[in-house]
């Protein structure tokens, strides 16, 4: 990737100008950095401009309240700011499960990577201090998890080849890698469309009529970015999120309500909030929450009635979305996130991912690895049988069907 390659090139550059000098590490949480230690260390998040995980105030905003826990490791060489790794400390439920039922949930407390690499120079050196400090201390908590790691990162490589790492931490790679899909804006919407089968088009295209003219009641598609406009927006949203089986299986959707209310308020505030509701009839039917942080718009959650799935209200909202973002205050990238199938239909690329867990030697973390490595060997066997019998996809409607209804 090109920010792999920069990262590298300046790797060589620093370790050149300074003559091989040692690196020193200074540990210390958000809350206690001063407004000048972030000011000094700030220019360090333009090595990767567009991710917010490496933007000081994103992070004040976004983990407001938690900035105690929100530690940054800042890596010096010769007295000179060469890196940036920001971790959050959180209580965390480490599942068992088969297919969507949850066997055990099992308390965790964990030391998570915010962002998916370590804007560190590549240097086992580096990376060695870093690990070094987080295997002695990292808080009091049980495992460092390390997620969204391009495969093509040195971060991935050291996390799989280094001795440190397989001497310190117990290793546990809970799926395999998969890609995270992007979209690139680069010319006009309708070039855009041109990527797609010309039947596939056309059945794009339909649907999104048979919206717009009111076969499901008159069409409304509102764009929410005012500081004004963050409770009527997520007062509709969270009604639609409450029917989802996201909400009703897993506690997600819009579920951390004051959170979201809160987090979308301080976007709202800096222009970074972007979020869209779909309305057919005066009825709220699908809703996209996102932000745009500079150059990249993160897709946050979608969400939509269920009743409306055979309608794919879901699949109009994603394209009239996109739609917009090509026409006004057009980023470079729309990020998707987490691989879903329905993100990678409308991807013009994506890059492999990873995530790794880094477990203390412990009794403890070896009975929780283990188990979840159990319910992943059923989970493949299962997955593989109802693909022969052609029944998970049937399966999978019903068990949400009804979870959702209890």
């Not at 390659?5 to 100008?17: F, K, R, V």
């Not at 917009?324 to 057009?330: G, I, K, P």
């Not at 879903?340 to 890059?351: D, I, V």
């Amino acid at each position: 990737m090109p920010d792999g390659i920069h990262q590298a090139a300046e790797s060589l550059a620093l370790t050149a100008d300074s003559n091989f000098q040692p690196y020193s590490l200074e540990p210390l949480t958000l809350g206690a950095a001063s407004d000048s230690w972030i000011s000094s260390r700030h220019s360090l998040a333009h090595a990767c401009p567009s991710d917010p995980m490496r933007d000081p105030e994103w992070l004040r905003g976004f983990f407001a309240g938690e900035t105690n826990n929100l530690w940054i490791y800042a890596l010096s060489q010769g007295g000179r700011h060469c890196g940036l790794a920001p971790f959050l400390r959180r209580h965390w439920s480490f599942k068992w499960q088969i297919g969507e039922l949850t066997l055990a949930d099992w308390p965790l407390t964990r030391f998570r990577l915010l962002g998916g690499e370590i804007d560190f120079p590549c240097d086992e050196a580096a990376y060695d201090l870093l690990f070094g400090e987080l295997a002695n201390g990292s808080q009091g908590c049980d495992a460092l998890h390390l997620e969204e790691i391009p495969v093509d990162s040195f971060l991935w490589r050291y996390l799989n080849e280094s001795r440190f790492i397989r001497k310190s931490f117990l290793r546990y790679e809970p799926e395999p890698p998969a890609g995270r899909p992007m979209l690139r804006f680069q010319g006009t919407f309708e070039q855009y469309m041109g990527k797609f089968s010309s039947k596939h088009r056309k059945n794009l295209n339909r649907e999104v009529r048979k919206v717009r003219e009111g076969g499901l009641g008159e069409m409304s598609f509102v764009r929410y970015e005012a500081l004004g406009e963050v409770d009527v927006f997520l007062d509709q949203a969270v009604e639609l999120s409450r029917k989802t089986y996201q909400w009703a299986l897993h506690q997600r959707g819009l579920s951390a309500t004051e959170l979201l209310r809160s987090r979308l308020r301080f976007a709202a505030e800096r222009g970074w909030m972007r979020c869209y509701l779909l309305s057919c009839g005066g009825t709220p039917a699908a809703f996209l929450l996102g932000f745009q942080h500079r150059g990249r718009f993160l897709f946050h959650e979608i969400g939509f009635d269920p009743e409306l799935a055979k309608h794919s209200v879901g699949t109009v909202m994603q394209l009239l979305a996109i739609e917009d973002l090509f026409n006004y205050n057009t980023p470079e990238i729309l990020d998707f996130g987490e691989y879903g199938r329905y993100k990678e239909a409308f991807s013009t690329e994506s890059f492999l991912q990873g995530k790794i867990l880094l477990f203390k030697k412990t009794a403890y973390a070896r009975f929780l690895r283990g188990g979840h490595r159990g319910c992943t060997v059923v989970n493949r066997s299962l997955s593989s049988a109802l693909d022969r019998l052609n029944l998970k996809t049937k399966l999978r409607q019903r068990l949400r069907g009804w979870r959702g209804s209890k």
